[in-house]
């Protein structure tokens, strides 16, 4: 399985940009999606995820209410759409794709639950 993200790019702080990411294979419709973020010097923290019916989604507390996370099953395409972009917002964003088919988390979902990751793109905020 392959992933590409994209959307990434320079924008104020204020503003939004929305990331896709899209998964080549087949059975996307069977494995819930996360977005994980690195920022210079830091490690790799939780975005957002989504179940793999769409029916659960869950947030970081540093994002909930400016991110929404969706997919779209035909398009075998995950969405981060980020609003109210703050500065420490900067990083590297990735998506990745859970190891196990059907999974609802009970908690934060962490990276080692994740076993296909894209490649990043880079979202930058300034003030």
């Known amino acids: 399985v392959q992933l590409q993200a994209s959307g990434g790019g320079l924008v104020q702080a204020g503003g939004s940009l929305r990331l896709s990411c899209v998964v080549s294979?087949?059975?996307?419709?069977?494995?819930?999606m996360g977005w994980f973020r690195q920022a210079p010097g830091k490690e790799r923290e939780f975005v957002g995820a989504i179940t793999w019916n769409g029916g659960r989604v869950y947030y970081d507390d540093s994002v909930k209410g400016r991110f929404t996370i969706s997919r779209d099953n035909a398009k075998n395409t995950v969405y981060l759409q980020m609003n109210s972009l703050k500065p420490e917002d900067t990083a590297v964003y990735y998506c990745a794709r859970d190891q196990n088919a059907f999974r609802v988390q009970n908690g934060t979902p962490r990276p080692d639950e994740y076993g296909s990751w894209g490649q990043g793109t880079l979202v930058t905020v300034s003030s």
């Open positions: 294979g087949r059975s996307f419709s069977n494995y819930g």
